[in-house]
């Protein structure tokens, strides 16, 4: 045989461990990737409730590379309906997606820091409510309705704001977009209700949701409102529920 055809023979053998270590690299990585998204989702459905679907997708391009270099670059974590219990209040979550970018040490959860995450949580209107502490409803085209009063002389009369929400505040406080109000079903002059807007508004403040971590947008629907949450170096040890 020609020292060519060694050469080529040799080529072939060359490309064809090197696919073969390619492919074995991917069913490992992709064995390693099953096992970590399953022990995120055991754990998550340890805390949500069994009822919840939970879901964990590690967005990595090769994990094994993550599990080296102890750090997840990217993952995606999507929940069901939840209820969460903390101290007098129940929250029901309809559903919640979170995108977390550079996660470590993977070797340690209990110290491992979240670079940045964004979050999408939906409530209904009824959660909402007991968030806010201020009794909402859907008044359509993306606006929340609520009650509030107004004094007149001696007496108190109760007006209807109807609304878009926006965060006023990261840390909870919502802000009123384009307020109208009625009295008895007739329209009120906006500098009229001026205060009564104010006092309203002030009454709408989310509560905390942990360090690190802040409000960053509110849209509302006819099923309830889905709340924008953002954290930059978050501590995974110190996240509350």
Do not use: C
Not at 66 to 84: D, H, I, R, Y
Not at 153 to 165: D, M, W
Request: aromatic share 2%; hydrophobic share 40%.
């Amino acid at each position: 045989m020609s020292r060519s055809s060694h050469r080529g023979r040799d080529v072939i053998i060359f490309i064809m461990v090197l696919a073969l270590l390619g492919v074995a690299v991917m069913v490992v990585d992709h064995v390693v990737r099953d096992r970590a998204e399953q022990a995120t989702d055991d754990k998550l459905t340890a805390k949500v409730g069994t009822l919840s679907e939970v879901h964990t997708r590690i967005t990595d391009p090769v994990f094994l590379a993550s599990a080296v270099q102890n750090k997840v670059s990217g993952a995606e974590l999507t929940l069901g309906s939840f209820t969460l219990t903390g101290g007098t209040r129940t929250v029901h979550v309809s559903s919640a997606t979170v995108n977390l970018h550079n996660v470590s040490p993977l070797t340690k959860p209990a110290e491992a820091t979240i670079e940045s995450l964004d979050a999408a949580v939906t409530v209904d209107w009824a959660t909402l409510s007991s968030l806010t502490g201020v009794q909402l409803s859907y008044a359509g085209d993306g606006r929340a309705a609520g009650s509030t009063n107004i004094t007149a002389g001696s007496q108190t009369i109760p007006i209807q704001v109807t609304a878009s929400l926006n965060v006023n505040n990261p840390h909870g406080q919502l802000g009123l977009v384009s307020p109208s109000a009625t009295l008895a079903g007739v329209d009120v002059p906006s500098d009229v209700i001026a205060g009564a807007t104010k006092a309203f508004q002030d009454k709408l403040t989310l509560p905390t949701v942990g360090d690190g971590l802040s409000y960053s947008s509110v849209t509302l629907t006819e099923q309830g409102a889905t709340l924008g949450v953002h954290g930059d170096h978050v501590d995974l040890g110190k996240l509350k529920q």
